[in-house]
């Protein structure tokens, strides 16, 4: 068959795109290199909104980060996806510099950010105790936020999928060629697919996607952000986003609650080339607590529970990269998609569902499935719906994580879920099984017996995230006769 549009990439843009365009009568689907959704750039992030102040005046960037953020509050209600508008305290801590603040908030106005207030020092130690002796002034943005980024991946997939759009995984793009009659053909490690239209969502690999169609080359690089998460003990250490004033290299070390009740530190930015390393480094995590403690002090930088890297697809004119190529019909490019690039998302998504439907005429369907609820955690429910959910389904009364108190009934429904888990950080992204203290030291044998017992998947090839993953490399005795 012959789709009217494909999408490369499931993350969070190309999961947003499929969202939109589900809402028309048309055939889609998604192609996506690794085992799941979110398995990439958008695995590995601040998880923050941000409010709209730092990006240029005009640019892409700042249009689909306001309007992304404005979106948030309607989507996450829809799709049932933790958000919290605990807003982000930019600090100054060089007399000399606070001109700098004033410049991100005439930006952040011009931009259309509502109700950025500068602060001075008291005022900003009233916010945050626990800020810096070197602090003498912050810039407050009362509109950034703090979100999952993986259910709102997750959810936006989900969504698209309940409404018609294909997901198809392990499924890599080698070569692009588009034919006489305009349809462009997609060969991938998985057969080929045609399609009218392909929306490139690449990420860090958007730029070789692109350099296969156009003679108008664009170059990524992969920048590098170590991250630390802390114990959810340290809650409460920042009530909102603390940011330092941002540099060329982006917005620096921040100091953020999550929306789970921990602490996260980072991202450094280190520019690399490879497009899979996502190794952390010695150096890496020492610069990132040397740069945090400038801003906060008393950093409870003791009670890590992991560290972890993530890849940003910095574009080299710090620019997203939106539209349609125009030596190459039908190709269009969501590339470039780096900070804040899980704020822009819905309305990257909204930007590309308007082009591609006046390009290819396409009509709303007549129903769309526009709400969808979260996997069911029983912490949410009253003493007396807890006890009747366990009675009429034991599993939720069988604990398999007890750092975040995880059930075996939560992560039943994330396998049979559409758009389920396959692999051990699939489980932990959608449930938070292994996201503790012990980080699936305990629950990890227990939640591959499950993922073995459901999907009928051999011990040894089940993996903590790709088939190069693997926990049980071979049986060392045979089974019992």
């Known amino acids: 068959m012959i789709y009217d549009v494909v999408i490369i990439g499931a993350g969070v843009t190309g999961s947003a795109v499929a969202r939109e365009l589900s809402r028309y009568q048309a055939e889609m689907c998604v192609l996506e290199k690794a085992e799941d959704l979110c398995s990439g750039t958008s695995k590995a992030n601040s998880a923050i909104i941000h409010a709209g102040f730092d990006a240029a005046e005009g640019s892409l960037m700042a249009k689909m980060n306001v309007r992304g953020n404005e979106m948030m509050d309607e989507l996450s209600e829809k799709l049932d996806i933790p958000f919290e508008r605990n807003g982000s305290l930019v600090v100054c801590i060089h007399e000399e510099e606070k001109d ?14 509502p109700g950025l207030k500068l602060l001075n020092r008291e005022e900003a130690l009233a916010m945050e105790p626990n800020l810096s002796d070197h602090v003498v002034a912050a810039l407050y943005a009362p509109t950034g936020g703090i979100i999952c980024p993986f259910r709102l991946n997750y959810a936006m997939a989900e969504q698209a999928n309940l409404n018609g759009v294909d997901f198809y ?15 462009w053909h997609i060969r991938t490690s998985n057969g080929e697919y045609r399609a009218h239209c392909v929306v490139n969502a690449a990420g ?8 296969m169609v156009s003679k108008e080359k664009i170059h990524i690089t992969p920048r590098r952000g170590d991250y630390c998460l802390l114990d959810k003990g340290t809650k409460g250490f920042v009530k909102h986003t603390i940011f330092p004033q941002p540099t060329k290299f982006g917005k620096g070390i921040l100091v953020t609650p999550t929306v789970h009740g921990n602490v996260l530190v980072g991202p450094t930015a280190i520019d690399i080339q490879d497009k899979e390393a996502t ?11 040397a740069k945090a403690s400038m801003n906060v002090r008393n950093l ?8 972890f890297a993530g890849l940003r697809a910095h574009e080299d004119h710090h620019e997203f990269i939106l539209g349609e190529v ?7 490019d969501c590339a470039g998609i780096e900070s804040p690039g899980l704020t822009s998302s819905p309305a990257i998504g909204e930007y590309i569902g308007a082009l591609l439907k006046e390009k290819l005429l396409l009509k709303e369907k007549a129903q769309w499935t526009e709400t969808i609820k979260d996997i069911l955690h029983p912490e949410t429910l009253s003493m007396e719906e807890r006890n009747e959910l366990i009675r009429r389904q034991p599993a939720y009364g069988t604990i398999i994580c007890r750092c975040e108190s995880i059930s075996e009934g939560e992560i039943l429904e994330a396998i049979h879920r559409p758009l389920g888990a396959r692999t051990l950080d699939g489980i932990k992204r959608r449930t938070r099984a292994g996201a503790g203290r012990c980080q699936a030291g ?6 591959m017996e499950i993922l073995h017992r459901e999907l009928g998947i051999p011990m040894e090839k089940i993996s903590k995230n790709s088939g190069r993953s693997n926990i049980v490399m071979e049986r060392t005795k045979g089974e019992r006769e």
């Open 100 to 113: 700098g603040l004033k410049e991100l908030y005439d930006r952040g106005v011009a931009n259309g950010v």
């Open 169 to 183: 995984f392990n499924t890599a793009v080698e070569a692009l060629q588009r034919d006489a009659e305009g349809v």
């Open 204 to 211: 860090v690999y958007a730029d070789q996607l692109h350099n």
């Open 279 to 289: 190794a952390t480094t010695q150096a890496g995590i020492d610069e990132m607590i």
């Open 300 to 307: 409870p930088i003791r009670q890590v529970i992991t560290s």
């Open 326 to 332: 125009k030596d190459a019909p039908g190709f269009v």
């Open 442 to 447: 305990f629950c990890s044998p227990r939640v």
